[in-house]
């Protein structure tokens, strides 16, 4: 009986424990964040908020704006179990349409025309450029249109001016400067004469010498080298007036300077009077000469080369004389034997001549065989064999020709079949005449946004042609009026305006003249007025309150936000937190004893 009625102590102290644990919040579910706006209560994490159903597991899907090319979204949120979506976080407003949080794609803006890839027209060469129209918001490229400029006869890219003839003081120069882009364009300019300044200078007074001229003070001009008796340059004169001239030496006696000998000359000098500085010498002749003579003996002579007499040569004078005394003085030229030339014999044919080759022929000196010469034979006289080339008629841009023979030998040209007439091939060339066009004619017709195309045929062969383009015709724009429409808290405005549906530009008028940029067009969003906070649920000290603030543009517009659980004052906490498992442990154990201690006390009974 003691055991059941400690059983029964035991569960009531864990119902005890187990309402003690919930009515201090321990059993808590941490709340979601609210879906109309942040959650500015303090920390609450052992507050008590229990979703519909807890067998959800709720993520949130943020909002996500649409853009030009993606659809956006509202915030919502998503399952991970059950893959339903909900309108709030704790799964209590499901969303079964789930297109209703989709927001659908805005579409391009398109913007102003801008030129790229330009390549500007030349004075000889067509420009082109890209016309391309991006989208304002996304900046992605819409249309691409490519544009044709037409030959600036006037776009020189000129080069700088270059001389090409100075000026003088008498004549103009000139400067020239050349087109970059064809250097057959080119223009000239004079450059005016040269504007003569006297350009004085100083020359001092100078004495004559003997041999040098001296000058009285004058002024030459630097730039036209005349010559003035003035430093102002008025009195003109001549280098005749202004030089002094030269009064010549006056010589003293020739004085011996140096002995002569038989091999040496002497040397002998004499001295100005005026100017010791000044002197000249003169040679004094060798002494009476001795001669010491050596034989040369006679050399017959050769064909090419000339032999000589035997003679006799001083070592000390070099002078030639016939007797070995030295008596009878002679020369070279009468020692000399004259070299008598070749002996030639009859010319032998070593070679003969063909009609392609020229030959050979050879002659032997009679007196020297090792000496010979050789010479050409003629090439053989040609005999033509003629072929006819048979004329070809001109077509409008390839020559044609008129019939003629050629020598498959030499070949030459000509005009008769017995080679008597000799012509050219440019003598026999028949120009070719060119095309004779027809008129042109519209093969595709020119829209706003594509070049049409024109072809014209040659009348002498219509398998002759050729085609142009015909430009693209002007824009007329075709406008619509976009009405006017507010700013609110959350979406943009935009001002009355007109659109081109071709070209896609703004107007502020019906008429297309005044455009208007697109970002000129729409107004901001004014965004939220909010009011104050009003409690719309009062807390208690189990339950979470709740406030709300209405915005004052839109009174459809709101957001709420919690207020946390009151605080029991009179009821004071000993201790730290016990973990609700540990609570939960607890109680299992208590109804456990109380179980054994029932079953324990009921066998003692059977016993």
């Known amino acids: 009986m003691k055991s059941i009625k ?82 709030d976080s704790l799964g209590t407003v499901e969303i079964t349409d789930k297109t209703s949080v989709v927001i659908p794609a ?6 102003n025309a801008v030129t790229e890839n330009e390549t500007p027209a030349t004075c000889s060469a067509v420009g082109s450029c890209d016309e391309v129209v991006y989208c304002t918001v996304c900046h992605a490229e ?28 008498t004549e103009k120069g000139e400067e020239k400067r050349t087109c970059k882009r064809d250097p057959s364009h080119f223009e000239t300019r004079d450059i005016p004469v040269l504007v003569h300044t006297h350009d004085l200078s100083l020359v001092p007074a100078k004495d004559a010498t003997c041999t040098e001229a001296g000058n009285i003070v004058y002024y030459a001009c630097s730039g036209c080298n005349k010559i003035f008796m003035d430093p102002a340059g008025t009195l003109g004169t001549d280098l005749e007036n202004v030089t002094v001239a030269a009064p010549g030496h006056d010589w003293g006696e020739w004085t011996q300077t140096k002995a002569p000998t038989e091999t040496e000359k002497g040397e002998e000098k004499r001295t100005c009077k005026r100017d010791p500085d000044h002197f000249e010498t003169r040679e004094i002749p060798v002494l009476g000469h001795t001669h010491s003579l050596s034989l040369v003996p006679g050399k017959d002579a050769a064909c090419t080369e000339a032999g000589n007499k035997p003679y006799y040569v001083c070592s000390g004078c070099s002078k030639i004389f016939t007797d070995p005394a030295g008596t009878v003085e002679t020369d070279i030229d009468d020692v000399t034997v004259a070299a008598p030339g070749h002996d030639w014999g009859e010319w032998t044919q070593t070679k003969a001549p063909t009609e392609a080759e020229k030959g050979e022929e050879k002659r032997t000196c009679k007196r020297d065989p090792s000496h010979f010469e050789t010479r050409e034979i003629p090439v053989l006289v040609h005999t033509h064999v003629l072929t006819l080339v048979p004329g070809k008629d001109a077509t409008c841009n390839e020559a044609g020709c008129k019939p003629y023979y050629v020598c498959s030998g030499c070949k030459k040209i000509f005009k008769d079949p017995d080679g008597t007439v000799g012509t050219s091939l440019e003598s026999l060339t028949v120009a070719a005449p060119g095309h004779d066009w027809g008129e042109w004619t519209q093969t595709k017709a020119p829209t706003e946004t594509e070049k049409g195309e024109e072809k014209r045929t040659c009348r002498r ?46 107007f502020g008028d019906a008429s297309g003249t005044t455009e208007i940029d697109t970002d000129d067009l729409s107004t901001a969003p004014l965004g939220h007025d909010w009011g104050e906070w009003v409690q719309t649920k009062a807390p208690t000290e189990t339950e979470k309150g709740e406030e709300k603030r209405t915005c004052r543009r839109d009174p459809s517009h709101f957001e709420t936000r919690e207020i946390p659980p009151l605080h029991d004052s009179t009821s004071p906490k000993t201790g730290g937190v016990i973990h609700p498992v540990l609570w939960v442990m607890l109680a299992v154990l208590s109804l456990a004893g109380l179980v054994v201690t029932a079953i324990v006390s009921r066998k003692k009974r059977a016993d």
Do not use: M
Request: hydrophobic share 30%.
């Open 142 to 169: 819409i249309s691409r249109t490519q544009k044709t400029i037409q030959i600036d006869g006037d776009a020189h890219d000129w080069n700088e001016w270059t001389q090409t003839k100075a000026p003088t003081e």
């Open 6 to 87: 400690n059983s029964v102590f035991s569960f009531i102290i864990c119902l005890l424990i187990l309402a003690e644990a919930f009515s201090s919040g321990l059993f808590a579910v941490p709340a979601f964040a609210s879906s109309t706006g942040p959650d500015e209560s303090t920390d609450n994490s052992s507050d008590i908020v229990l979703p519909v159903d807890p067998f959800h597991s709720l993520s949130c899907v943020p909002a996500k704006g649409a853009t030009c090319t993606e659809e956006g979204n509202t915030v919502y949120y998503s399952c991970s179990e059950c893959g339903k979506w909900f309108e």
């Open 106 to 111: 805005n579409g391009h803006t398109p913007g």
């Open 461 to 506: 062969d219509p398998s002759h042609f050729e085609t142009r383009e015909v430009p693209v015709l002007g824009h007329t724009h075709r406008l619509t009026f976009v009405p006017a429409k507010e700013a609110t808290e959350t979406e943009s405005g935009n001002k009355a305006y007109y659109i081109c549906s071709d070209c896609k530009k703004c």
